[in-house]
């Protein structure tokens, strides 16, 4: 019996199809990424490509991303302001949207009648596609959009143009009305969509989490006096600690990946430009496939790299990394 | 903590707050579903057109002024914008090309994720943990790490515009929480059953064919689910990996229909509510399916 379970041959045959998937899609791709990001080609044979060394990273990190016509973005350091935006987005989720979906997991997890419902309500904008959402809120910023009409219904539209034409200093152009046309607005524009699909499946997790802890715990702590709010401080929410760490990893490595809403929600995604919006334009829309698989290659160092952090920052003391 | 459902104060509070919530997260639908029921000279205010888009004129000649009504139920309920935005539009062509992708993309990613899980938990070797911590690689992995090269390797091998070009990759990236799903699934499979199955004189292959996949049909689900949201809105490798509109998937589509009515927001609004209300039935039905399949993946990841 036991060299039926061991044959070699049934091993690596029931192996066989997880493994060429794996391997032709995810794991050769990113070798060849790395290899692609330290050449420069515009033939999508690659046939004529020509080693360059870490030219490409030099060339995203500079300030003349050029193609041959010319500057392509003059003297803007427009890698760096990917980055800069993609973790702004981080931040934004991990210190608005996590804190909001825990307070709200925390309430609902408590027997409040109908939570079950309240909670599928909230959860249900993460099926939506991210094209739709964007498009939506496409008609909610632009100038004739619902934004506008509702600051004109409550009769402050002037007084809000002019305090945001004050804050512009990225055109000498006053404010229009299109909230995703200027820099300064564009960004968080983007991440109130974010914020409004995503903080249902935060909530979701982590209520999941709080119905896990259990009861005899909480019943103990009451028994002891404890108010609700210390019972969540010092109970739940060090219970759920690994759940709140995939939390944040999530939200993280979700914003630097970040492509779909921008694509969709802004015309020009230069006012929100994201490392992933700016990787498609530049391998699909000007053919630099080296300069496009140094982003990816910058992805992927970042996701690894942002998702080990922050298993360290929730370690423990004491407790071994795995 | 059930005798705490007294009406308090504070727990009306708390339902005042929720249903506030409530009305964040539906108003925006309910906003798609009237404007794509009215014309832009309701939306914005304008004069009162027939469907055609032809002026109606009152008995003196004059054009009927109509006042703004952007979020307003629609006084005229214009259904001609969802016939206008399923024929100019091709959605019922999109809607078909992405159940094509997922379901076959299910299909590979279960059949290979079951197969890779059982020569994990039930085959014995050495290495198997390795090869399960492998695999979990997949799930930090972004799949802008595959686009290049991919993108590549499909257009040598003239897959590009096909539905291979976007079923194989997403069953590839589907692959790591599908297995992760499964070990769970089948860990919690007596062993008893295997050796049963065994003296009865099935081999490894019979063992997994009759016993160990028939036993599987949760993780199904779960996997299924996890799969189907991943590849029904994707919309990275979908713009990229197909072109024409034979193939295109949903997300897509819809995307390329904006550019064709920029600024009627009626039809738009259509489209919007014909991809959309297909997710909100499924996810009605198996809401906690649905929600169980995201909790798996994210606490066992």
Redesign the interface.
Known sequence: ??R?????L??VA??????I??I???????I??VI?SLNDFKA???SDMTYVGFRNFIELFSPELVNEKGALYANVNYMGDALLNSLLLAALSTFIQLPLALI?AL??S????GERI????????????????G???M??YET?G?LN?ALDALGIKQQVFSWVSSKITSTKMPFQGGWTGYKETALLAAFVPIL?QYV??HM??MY??IKGVPADL?EAA?LDGCTEGQVNRHIIIPYIK??LK??VI?AV?GS??S??LI??LMKDTRRAEL??TL??KL??LNNR?GL??A??VV??VL??AF?MLISLAFRDKGEKVS | ??E??KLTFS?VL??IL?IV??V???F?LY??MT?SLKDNDEI?GGYLKDDAGKAILDENGEKIPVE?N??GLPRTWRWSNYPKALNTGNMGRYFLNSLIVSASAIA?TL???F??T???T????KGRKM?NK??M??L?????????????IL??MKLLDTYVALI??Y???S??MG?LISIGFMGDIPYDL??AA?LDGC???GI?GRVIAPLMMPATATVGIYTF?QC??E??FA??FVSKGQYMT???G??QL?GQYTTD?GP?GAA?AI??IP??IV?ALL?KR??AG??AG??K?
């Open positions: 019996m036991k039926t379970f061991t044959y070699k049934s091993i029931f192996l066989l199809p997880a493994l998937l794996f032709g899609i995810l794991i050769a791709p990113i060849m990424s692609y999508i044979s690659g709200i309430k609902l408590k027997g409040i009648r309240y909670l599928s309500i909230f959860f249900m904008p993460v099926l939506i596609s991210t094209v739709i959402i498009r939506l809120w008609n909610i004739n619902l009409a409004w249902g499946y979701l997790l999941a989490g909480l009451q690994p759940i995939v939390c999530f490595t630097l990946k492509f779909d694509y969709t490392p992933s990787m498609y391998t699909f496939y496009g698989s982003i990816a992805l992927i996701c690894f998702a | 903590m059930n705490n459902r727990t708390v339902h929720l919530l409530v964040i997260n539906l925006p906003w798609m404007f914005f703004r952007m979020i590979i059949i290979a994720a197969m890779a059982y020569a994990m039930r085959l014995v070797w090869m492998f695999f690689l997949g930090t992995i972004p799949i802008h790490a595959a686009l290049v090269p991919v993108f590549m257009s040598r194989i990759p069953a590839a990236f692959l790591s297995i295997d050796e065994f081999g490894v292959w997994f949201l029904w809105n919309l990275l713009t990229i949903l997300p897509v819809v995307q904006f927001w738009i919007l991809a959309t997710t909100m996810y809401s649905i929600q995201f909790i994210a606490v990841g």
